[in-house]
């Protein structure tokens, strides 16, 4: 078992920046692969940014990459996403969920899930 907590949402004005955590604990945590998801309102969970076990890979969903960074410390067993430049509609419940093996990129593929924190990102 591996449980996932997400710390670090709240509000912020556009432009601004936010660093999600999401601290692990239970089994090796440097041995999972790291993904960050989001939901808004009424829509699907979406893949944002993943990061291999090692941290020596990441990937970014297209639209983000630039503006978000995803890196994770295997001794802290935390994985971040650094936020910047937000937007209103980066507003969404953001995940952090974790997958023996390689990122996939699909939330249907993940073996845990923290419960997500609430980004509100104002105009």
């Known amino acids: 078992q591996v449980q996932l907590v997400e710390s670090g949402g709240g509000l912020v004005q556009a432009g601004g920046s936010l660093r999600l955590s999401c601290a692990a604990s239970?089994?090796?945590?440097?041995?999972?692969?790291m993904e960050w998801f989001r939901q808004a309102p009424g829509k699907e969970r979406e893949f944002v940014a993943g990061?291999?076990?090692?941290?020596?890979?990441?990937t970014y969903v297209d639209s983000l990459r630039g503006r978000f960074t995803i890196s994770r410390d295997n001794a802290k067993n935390t994985v971040y996403l650094q936020m910047s430049g937000l937007k209103p509609e980066d507003t969404a419940v953001y995940y952090c969920a974790a997958r023996g093996g390689t990122v996939t990129r699909s939330y249907q593929h993940m073996d845990y899930w923290g419960k997500g924190t609430l980004v509100t990102v104002s105009s």
């Open positions: 990061i291999s076990w090692s941290g020596g890979s990441t």
């Open positions: 239970g089994r090796t945590f440097s041995s999972y692969a």
